[in-house]
């Protein structure tokens, strides 16, 4: 049984936590990497019922920095600890160099990377990855503003963050009920990172089950989807409902995702009036509000929520916007890197200023800065509205009431906003 969950962003690890918890498991997110220990965090009479998701926050860094982070925590948790390395399924981030470390701290004989996630329409075929039926390259993802991808074959991409041996394990095989034989044989040959092809939930399950008998020698590596169908068996919860009043929805859209926009424009067309929309300048977000800026969005998002009415905050408004990422690091002088980090923790100013009894963040980077900004070391995950998007409380020394909800910009279904209030 997974005990132990290692993303590498916070949308992430919510999307792979929800899982759990809708088998009946308690999950709490930890931001803090450095520190975060499983047996400190779980030491309740529900240990046996408990999953710890640790948000390393690396999906932007060097793939030094993002081994270093993995290393750590490892040392801070048991080497026989069960754990799962989730990571994104349009593969960004530094996956090579964080398996790599994690094979070299633990006891795992091989990783085995299985990045679909049928539901949302994320499929492998051939060793590559497809977008609702669209080869990765020529999606969105290709152009993303911090963490752009540049193949959409899975072995190319870890193979340009490790010098470990990657071999690739098609449908037929999965299909055929080979592909336990197949992992050993790779195995006996050396190889370090196998890449496995699924294009249906059915897939996934063959898989889970063919390599059951040799659970102990395998590091999982994959999306949220995967994890639905491991072997998991929890005492149900009884759901409670939370206090959380029925006050207006306040949705910080950060993420410059085409789905977030086109959720966005739905919401607004089919809203009843009920819905405002603050577009605020990314040049505004940039210089972290000159002058009284920061004063004139606070009154005008404020006001809106006052008057009982949903409200969401745009940092981009058509598809152009993540086009310009490049001219405005060479105007102000920033990395890719650096230009996000500007525009979240200006986010999270934005939004420590404000009152609301319901949050909905959109895009990782935005989400673990905003929660970081209103004093949260965590996130205690209590279900899912929709497939990828959680919901939960924040967990800090504040009394921080309010009920959030978190979404990765490319995830969620048109009406999402509507199912979150409808929810409420």
């Not at 059915?202 to 020698?217: C, S, T, V």
């Not at 994959?222 to 009884?238: E, M």
């Amino acid at each position: 049984m997974i005990e132990l969950i290692i993303a590498d962003d916070f949308t992430g690890s919510n999307d792979a936590g929800v899982q759990l918890v809708n088998k009946g498991m308690t999950v709490n997110v930890f931001f803090d990497w450095q520190h975060a220990n499983f047996c400190e965090n779980n030491s309740n009479a529900e240990h046996t019922n408990s999953v710890m998701v640790i948000n390393t926050e690396s999906r932007a860094t060097t793939s030094e920095e993002a081994q270093k982070r993995i290393k750590t925590v490892m040392a801070n948790n048991s080497k026989d600890k069960h754990c799962y390395k989730k990571i994104d399924s349009t593969l960004r981030g530094n996956i090579g160099a964080e398996i790599e470390a994690l094979l070299d701290s633990t006891h795992y004989k091989v990783a085995l990377v299985i990045p679909a996630f049928p539901k949302m329409k994320r499929i492998t075929k051939k060793g590559k990855c497809y977008i609702d039926g669209i080869e990765l390259i020529k999606t969105e993802f290709a152009s993303d503003p911090k963490t752009p991808i540049y193949s959409s074959n899975i072995k190319a991409c870890i193979e340009q963050q490790t010098t470990l041996l990657c071999e690739e394990i098609y449908l037929e095989t999965v299909r055929s009920q080979q592909l336990q034989h197949q992992i050993e044989a790779l195995i006996d040959k050396n190889h370090k990172i196998i890449v496995i092809d699924a294009e249906s939930d059915q897939d996934l399950q063959l898989i889970i089950q063919q390599i059951l008998p040799i659970q102990e020698q395998v590091l999982l590596v994959g999306s949220a989807g995967l994890i639905d169908f491991l072997p998991i068996v929890a005492k149900q919860k009884v759901k409670t409902d939370s206090n959380t009043k029925s006050n207006p929805l306040l949705v910080i859209a950060g993420s410059m995702s085409e789905t977030t926009q086109q959720q966005i424009s739905y919401t607004i067309k089919n809203g009843n009036n009920n819905w405002k929309v603050v577009d605020i300048e990314i040049t505004d977000l940039i210089l972290k509000f000159p002058d009284r800026k920061l004063t004139k969005y606070i009154e005008q998002i404020q006001q809106i929520l006052d008057y009982h009415q949903h409200c969401i905050v745009r940092t981009s408004s058509n598809r152009a916007d993540r086009h310009k990422i490049d001219s405005y690091c060479q105007k102000y002088q920033l990395t890719r890197t650096q230009l996000g980090e500007q525009i979240c923790q200006s986010l999270g100013l934005l939004v420590n200023h404000l009152q609301f009894h319901n949050l909905f963040l959109t895009g990782g980077d935005v989400a673990i800065s905003v929660a970081k900004s209103l004093g949260a070391i965590g996130f205690k995950i209590e279900g899912e509205v929709s497939v990828g998007v959680p919901y939960g409380k924040l967990i800090s020394e504040k009394n921080l009431h309010y009920r959030v909800f978190t979404k990765a910009g490319g995830f969620g279904c048109q009406d999402i906003f509507l199912k979150a209030l409808a929810f409420i």
